[in-house]
């Protein structure tokens, strides 16, 4: 919790304070001001049981407000898409923030590649969709979050592809007052890299029965890589991220 000592520097001058909640909780506002809420709903895992896809990532809302002493948020943070071993996608958490008046909404990826719709906020924004082996193919990497516009797909690998393995989405935004800043997605390989800030994981190849195939996690919001080895015990799908509330004072009365 913030005290209004945070929002005073040197000399009597104001330091605007962003406050990240990475867990579900009721949140006060300290002063009185205006900012911005960003909601990030949970990404999905990938898939290591057949399909071996990408997750999605989940939804994005954002809305400009005036934060009173006297007004309680309701803040809800859901939980990434837990991968496992030949295991098949599991969902995101919805992530929610509230003070009766407001109502943002960003849902966790469902089940599968789709992401996770949003709602309440003056921007609203569907997270990428997990990559997609579709015909012929084998793997692809998670969804990443979008806060521009809906989130980038997961990489999806030619048809018939045998051999290496594809990054998860990245989540191409720009740092600004107000906005956020993401990551590069996962890279791929055996052992495929997790996904920076709202982006998502490496999706996993290997064709041999002693290598572990390993997705990579989804960063904040991103979808987990997905897995795949022709030998059914070597392989792993990535979780998908968990989701965020981030709070940013634009001014303080």
């Known amino acids: 919790m913030s005290n209004f000592t945070d929002f005073i520097g040197g000399g009597g001058a104001v330091v605007l304070e962003t406050t990240v909640l990475t867990k579900s909780q009721t949140w006060?506002?300290?002063?009185?001001g205006t900012g911005v809420i960003h909601v990030i709903g949970a990404g999905a895992s990938g898939n290591s049981n057949g399909g071996n896809n990408g997750g999605g990532a989940g939804g994005y809302s954002r809305k400009a407000v005036t934060f009173a002493t006297g007004t309680n948020w309701t803040i809800v943070v859901g939980a990434g898409g837990a991968g496992g071993m030949n295991a098949?996608?599991?969902?995101?958490?919805?992530?929610t923030a509230t003070d009766g008046s407001s109502s943002l909404t960003a849902n966790g990826a469902a089940a599968g590649v789709t992401?996770?719709?949003?709602?309440?906020?003056?921007?609203?924004?569907?997270g990428g969709a997990g990559g997609n082996t579709g015909s012929g193919a084998i793997y692809g990497g998670g969804g990443a979050v979008g806060v521009f516009a809906n989130g980038a797909t997961g990489t999806n690998p030619a048809g018939g592809q045998t051999t290496d393995a594809n990054g998860g989405a990245d989540s191409f935004v720009v740092l600004g007052l107000g906005q956020l800043i993401g990551g590069k997605g996962g890279a791929g390989g055996a052992g495929a890299e997790s996904g920076g800030f709202l982006s998502g994981g490496g999706t996993s190849y290997a064709n041999t029965t002693d290598v572990l195939a390993v997705g990579g996690k989804g960063g904040i919001g991103g979808g987990g890589g997905g897995a795949y080895n022709s030998s059914t015990g070597l392989r792993v799908s990535g979780d998908g991220?968990?989701?965020?509330?981030?709070?940013?004072?634009?001014?303080?009365?």
């Open 28 to 32: 006060t506002p300290p002063v009185n």
């Open 88 to 95: 098949n996608y599991a969902a995101g958490g919805n992530s």
């Open 115 to 126: 992401g996770g719709s949003a709602s309440g906020g003056d921007v609203n924004f569907t």
């Open 241 to 253: 991220g968990d989701g965020i509330v981030i709070i940013q004072y634009l001014t303080v009365s």
